[in-house]
């Protein structure tokens, strides 16, 4: 049976909070807002816990959870070493969407961190999860509550959806307002390198960092786009995506021609835009999601999985999407629409439109 219980995103009702945190002291599950994507947490120094979380999920073994801390004094708690630039990157960005890799502490158990030796770690700022992760008194492993696979869940209602039986609790805290996950930068290779872009840009990284390297499976402005069926399916929606770059006009164009051709040879679409694309497809029969204006990433960021989610609940079998750039948050963004699409990605010239799918 799964409990759902609304909590005040800014002022978490302690009784409430209390009762979770007991869940999770008693080796349960409970599914939290954070101010990323809701999260499914269990006691990161219980191995049979976590076990729990990878059972709940359906999410295999090899692939290592993040550690949630109250604060950046319980680092020593899960790192056997807690390197200066650690402490300085803390000092910016905690509590905040990043995440650490570092070298694991001996007790932090192995199903954690997928039986490697680096432990993934950060300091969430949402009251909720704050207050849940200091009242349980232990740090709370918690990858995205959402079935492996699929999209990251940015409303309670989308962690009942995927895990509905499978979590003891769901602290309904409202829809999150980063909508994209933390970014994973390691700190232990030789240059620190972001994993995975996320809620911090690569720009205020780079302010504090000099230089920061993005690992090679990132798709960047005019590098290596992940050619088709190599990516692993991933923040994926049961329909087919495809993603379109390249510039606005000839992007929105490739993409209006392409509905067209979609549509006649019978497939049911839905558009993934920006607010002030949406005229454009005013003409076609298809389901528009408006993510925000394409001059605030955050505001796409925030609306992306939701949009997916939705798109995937009006039954289309094919969503095209157009990519934001990689500026700030745009990045993470991308990376998230290139790998629900897959791979399958069309770069559009700015008068010819080249269609790879
Ligand atoms: O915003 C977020 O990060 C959310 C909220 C709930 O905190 N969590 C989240 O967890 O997105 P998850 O499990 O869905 O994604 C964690 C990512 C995965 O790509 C995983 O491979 C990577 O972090 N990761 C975890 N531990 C790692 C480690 N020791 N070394 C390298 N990557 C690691
Ligand atoms: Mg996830």
């Known amino acids: ?92 960005f905690w509590p905040g969407p990043l995440t650490l890799v570092l070298a694991r502490a001996d007790h932090v158990p192995l199903a954690v961190t997928a039986g490697g030796e680096t432990v993934a770690v950060r300091v969430p700022s949402h009251p909720v999860a704050r207050s849940l992760i200091a009242a349980a008194g232990v740090p709370i492993a918690a990858p995205s509550a959402n079935r492996f696979g699929r999209v990251s869940p940015t409303r309670a209602e989308h962690v009942l959806a995927d895990l509905e039986g499978r979590v003891d609790i769901i602290l309904d805290g409202g829809t999150t307002m980063i909508g994209v996950e933390s970014t994973v930068l390691s700190l232990v290779t030789p240059v620190p390198t972001i994993l995975r872009p996320g809620g911090v840009s690569r720009e205020a990284l780079s302010q504090v960092l000099g230089t920061v390297e993005v690992a090679e499976q990132t798709v960047i402005e005019g590098e290596t786009v992940v050619s088709p069926g190599t990516t692993e399916k991933h923040y994926a929606p049961r329909a087919q995506v495809i993603l379109y770059r390249g510039e606005r006009t000839p992007v929105l164009q490739a993409m209006h021609e392409a509905t067209l051709r979609y549509l006649e040879a019978g497939e049911t679409v839905g558009l ?39 798109l995937d609940e009006a039954g289309v079998s094919l969503i095209l999407a157009r990519d934001f750039g990689s500026a700030g ?15 399958r990605v069309v770069t559009v010239a700015k008068d010819v439109g080249t269609d790879c799918a």
């Open 1 to 92: 049976m799964t409990l759902v219980l609304k909590v005040d995103p800014q002022h978490p009702q302690p009784e409430i909070i209390a009762r979770a945190a007991a869940v999770i002291r008693a080796g349960r599950l409970v599914a939290f807002p954070t101010e990323t994507v809701y999260g499914l947490g269990a006691n990161a120094l219980d191995a049979d816990a976590v076990a729990g979380i990878f059972r709940a999920k359906e999410r295999p073994a090899y692939d290592p959870l993040i550690v949630h801390l109250a604060n950046a004094d319980q680092l020593s708690l899960v790192a056997v070493h807690v390197p200066a630039l650690a402490r300085r990157l803390a000092a910016v």
């Open 272 to 310: 993934l835009l920006a607010e002030e694309d949406l005229t454009a497809f005013s003409d076609l029969p298809v389901a528009l999601r408006g993510l925000g204006s394409a001059k605030s990433m955050s505001q796409i960021a925030r609306q992306l999985f939701a949009a997916l989610r939705s």
């Open 329 to 343: 948050l745009g990045l993470a963004i991308r990376d998230r629409l290139t790998r629900a699409a897959a791979g």
